[in-house]
């Protein structure tokens, strides 16, 4: 291997150290913090609308969580102390009709949806928020006061 090759490849390794520090970083800010490979679920377990839940991961350079495996969704409910507590899930149809991609335009590649849902006699708004046992339900309500979950 020639210096070259070497010293990138220092270069690369330094890169990443140097990014997971910062999710490390970012992570302890929040009280509630759960690692699933490299992702990290964050919240400091505050309520609020779909809209402000966009928002306050927004400006923390974040994004509304959204489960893409079977695991990531059961860390999520770790986050519910009671039955009936819910949180937004960074998927509604605002973006595309019928709930089949999030936000982004990415189409989804994991879903949980509860029995009979997502409901397609929502149209014209509705969001998504995930169940206390897992599962998947649309609301019309986005104005719902929900936990607020971001992913790192």
Not at 19 to 28: H, I
Not at 68 to 84: C, P, W
Request: net charge negative.
């Amino acid at each position: 291997m020639c210096g070259r090759d070497v010293f990138g490849a220092i270069a690369q390794d330094v890169d990443t150290l140097m990014k997971t520090t910062a999710k490390f970083e970012l992570a302890a800010n929040f009280d509630f913090t759960r690692r699933v490979g490299q992702k990290y679920f964050v919240s400091n377990k505050l309520r609020g609308s779909f809209q402000e839940a966009v928002e306050f991961c927004s400006q923390q350079g974040l994004e509304l969580a959204l489960p893409h495996k079977d695991q990531e969704n059961r860390i999520l409910t770790q986050l519910f102390g009671d039955v009936d507590n819910v949180a937004w899930i960074n998927v509604n149809n605002r973006a595309v009709a019928n709930f089949q991609s999030d936000m982004k335009n990415q189409r989804l590649t994991f879903t949980n949806w509860e029995g009979g849902q997502p409901d397609e006699s929502i149209q014209d708004t509705g969001c998504t928020t995930l169940l206390h046992n897992g599962y998947w339900r649309v609301t019309r309500d986005c104005s719902l006061n929900a936990y607020i979950i971001c992913q790192i």
